[in-house]
């Protein structure tokens, strides 16, 4: 028998991880995606706790042949304060690596695993209506009886169902169900803009793979190296964007020429795409589940690019949202909008958490706690090099580290030591001096 009909809008890495997951589990899904996307698309960096969910979708060893392997991250802030970390230094905690990947590519492997494990496909862009009480159960494109949003009828007519039982809303940030029920969002304190191409004959000295994290005047910079080519970008808060110039060229291009590091980093090399815009903010929705629909990755919430969590929420919101699915695996019964909304209250309040634990810890890199954090541990051992200190800068630069590539995300016990020491731990270092304008 089969399981229930999914209809997901969006084949970003939400969407496509999806779509994967509910098709090996017995579902019929149909992925639409309207292949509306910018020439270049940011999430090209992942994360250690990004690695388990390609794992589970079967494509780690297709990833990493496109991608490049990367060891770890490191912030400069100024001349005096450089942090570089190597996931390897914690492997006991962690996978030990990540990888930089083209999102063009990567994209495509998601997508190519949904199909091949039985996910249909449209490139329609799909319309969705608010539905009104009196719409019949599985006409006029409606969800069935009591769901709150229906699909245009063509893209219901392209699934070849009278009705999905549940809409996916997959759409990233256009974040089509939200917008369309007037679901209001929690937002962080920041509202940046970000310029990014990419160079090739680009100048390195770091390791392979490592991805470079800036503090600018107004914002930061981030180097994320992909094979031949080198993904350049800058995150600035509005006013340092507009003083920079007036295009996302010149913007970009005078924002480099503020930095050394950046400067070296291009000498001589070429520019291979458009400068290509997006607009940052941090959003969660107040609720993404509702009676016949539901919404995953960012049309849920975005966090920061800072510390890259995007594409690794993405897929682990899909991964959430399937275990929810499971009960209906082998069969359609009972699978009205109200009860599928129900089950899925958990991976609402899972995914929410989540993101809220992402926000904060994003919250303390801008601020300049957490840098202040290691900068008083480092202080600390310089003073005294016993084995107890040595043991607790340790015990806390794992936490840290635990929590920043996401695998001890919502961990209690991390996020407790990063509150109770960003309180009292920083022995006279002035967090505003780290921080990010
Ligand atoms: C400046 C910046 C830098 C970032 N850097 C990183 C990083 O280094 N690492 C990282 O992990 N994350 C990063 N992110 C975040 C990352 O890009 C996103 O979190 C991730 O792409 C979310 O995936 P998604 O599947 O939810 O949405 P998306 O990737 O946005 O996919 C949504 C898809 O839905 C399609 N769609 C939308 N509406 C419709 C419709 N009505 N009908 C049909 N199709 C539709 C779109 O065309 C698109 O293909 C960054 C974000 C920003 C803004």
Redesign the pocket.
Known sequence: MPGLRVAI????????ALATLLAEDGHDVVL??????PEL???????PA?IPPLRRLGIETAVAAIGMRKPGATLTWSAQNRFSFRFARYSSWMVPYAYNVP?REF?ALLLARAEAVGARRST?????ARRSAAATPGSNGTAGDGAELALAPDAVAATGWPAPDLVVD?????R?AARLLGIPASTGPRNDV?H?AHFTGYQWSDEPGQVLIDRLDGGWS?R?PLNERLSL?V?LNRAAAASLGATPAERLTAAIATSDALTATIAGAQRRTDVVT???YQLISSRGVGPGWVA????FG?VD?ML???????MRSAEMLAACLAPWRRSRAGATPAALATALQPYARELTGLLSAWMEVVGYLYDGRMLALIRAGSDMMAERSGRFARALQDHIEANIAGLASGTSITSRYSLGLLRFLGRHGLRGVSPATLAIQ
Do not use: K
């Open positions: 809008v969006g084949a970003g890495p939400a969407g496509a639409f995606d309207d292949e509306r996307r698309v940011v999430g090209e960096s992942l994360i990004g999102r994209d329609m862009h799909v319309g969705f997959a759409s990233g940030r256009a089509a970000a990014f981030w994320i970008g995150v997006y607009s940052n995953i990755g960012d049309a975005f690019p890259s969590p995007g594409v690794t929420v993405a």
